[in-house]
DNA sequence: TCCCGGTTCTGAAACGTTTCATGGCAGAAT
DNA sequence: ATTCTGCCATGAAACGTTTCAGAACCGGGA
């Protein structure tokens, strides 16, 4: 097998063999060898064979940046997300691989952390990498970053946002969403809702927000009122609690479940009984929602398939070239209800 | 500002903007352009203003496959964890990623998700890239692929896992941790102790229950009872229920918080009290540990410090150049007790 | 006037691939 | 014999940068 070829052991070769030194060693010629790497059919079975052994004995590797350089395309594309840190994303972006991979794509992966500086270093290098397209769950509404991007050709596929008409996008309808949270808290008796949010220039906790305070004016029932959180992580759910008490709430709806479970946290460590005197909804029904001390009811979106279908608009747009019209995908959440908002379930 | 240059907006540019494009535009030659970009002071202040106006009026982005493959320097590295999916690893690579920013360096992230295939293609990929570093938590323990990397050059270190003198390693003492868990239940007075693990082929794993079976073995009580799962994810915690159950365990030590928690689920839901009928601890200490039903006991590693820690040898070892003598750094792990050990605290 | 050192800038070579027009060769058809 | 047709292999050009030896210029000292 690959053993490091002629010298000693663990030798430590200068420049790493390239493509005319396994041409030299087989008796061929480059554009043989760059042949049987990239249309092996068209190359007599005993030379391939031959070629073969000499990449196999050299230990050689093809270098992509020279290949990318000559041949334009780099088989690779960027996924940018909010938070990695967050489950509803790593199934994201599993689902979304496994897609590209089909398509013989490597997906490059980034987390913003919601920073519209990281984002934009992240996008600088992805467009030097010349990769073939960027999925992107985009921090802040604007995007003329994104604009510039795909105006220099770079395909850009919206993820969890709209894509407006300049891009093709896949989302979960968040409005739908909170609504479906708040329709579930109004049936369960509650009156007093408060909703805990990132700051509303985040579209995700703007349009759960809209469709929250829609369902409960249609009910008739109070408008609710919020709790402001500087990032949707665990520790500013706890640290909220004191002000989500404050309000003296019956319910409380959060923008995602990791804010919840810190809340949560709080909550209980306050001496309020969870859902007896809150009840609390959560959204995207992350794993960990199950577990929790008192089960999160929560908002689930189908991350996995939101990934896949984004990658495959990506590769539908490569391959309808010119003309070619945005899609906008949109799926629907799904309420699962537990124990934390009194609809115990199985 | 940028704005796409002369032709309409919108306008899709057949091929971008190149240096010898710029240098047109600039009235300098290319070799000027180069300096700008890459030793701006080498340049005078009229001619370096002229060519970042013909940059930004063109919309130059550097291509970065042949910056790559003439200067010979990626200014890249790349890290494969276990699973995206665990906070624990998540945290890690920000911690990383920090590190290696200070050094100018951009980090491409993989999860093998424990499959030696997955993590083959992906070393290879990063092989392609002329990564200059690749900063690994390895599945299995060969390291074959590892160490050929090494000799065609590309710097190895080793992420939670022994570099055994051919790599850099950064880690904690797994053995250490188990031993820290497997006392301290025996402290609170537990003699039936049940580990749930993964297959020992998984080094953490292995002398995670090495310690524990240590511990328990200097204090007289009966040795620890296995159940194996066939991944550390909360859906096989959950399943393993019924197997856990049959044993009869008085306390259960998991492999990690992820398992714990899905078993704590499967405990819960089939009437055992936890801590009363049977302690649970677990491993990671991930945030979502301390909002679990019963809030989890769990031995904490110092994951971002890990990471930071790791690139930073990486660094190390580029600076050393030929004469580098590799390091072990071995960090303590620490117990963190919780509700479902009984060792309630703040 | 000539030469010198320093500062800017130039232009061509090189990096490792892919691609493509070309050519040789073997066998089939004429 | 000759021509045609396919199949394989060749070798040079091209991809967009960086690097480097040296040209051009300028002011100052001998």
Redesign the interface.
Known sequence: M?N?GSGP??????R?AGIKAVAARAGVSVGTVSNVLNRPTQVSESTRARVLAAIDEL?F?????????RAGR?HTVGLVVLD??N?FF??L??GLEAEAAEHAL?V???SSDGSAERQRRQL??L????VEGVLITPVGDEGSDLV?LQ???TRVVMVDAVGAGRHCSVRVDDNLGGSLAGSHLIHAGRRRITYVTASYAVRQCRDRGTGLTAAIASSGARAPRQVEVPTLT??AGYEATARVLAQRPDAVFCANDIVA??L??GLLEAGARVPDDIALVGYDDI??A??????LSSVRQPAGQLGRTAAALLVGEFADGGSHVHEDVVFSPELVTRASSGGVMA
Do not use: Y
């Not at 052991?9 to 200068?14: A, K, L, T």
């Open positions: 690959v490091g052991p663990g030798e430590r070769r200068s790493p230990g590797v093809r270098h992509s940046s020279a290949s990318q350089l780099s990695i840190g489950p790593t199934d972006a599993r490597s490059l992966l980034f600088r290098f467009e030097e990498q010349r510039r105006d220099r050709g665990g520790s479970l810190g949560l946290r794993e960990f199950a577990t929790a001390a008192v089960p």
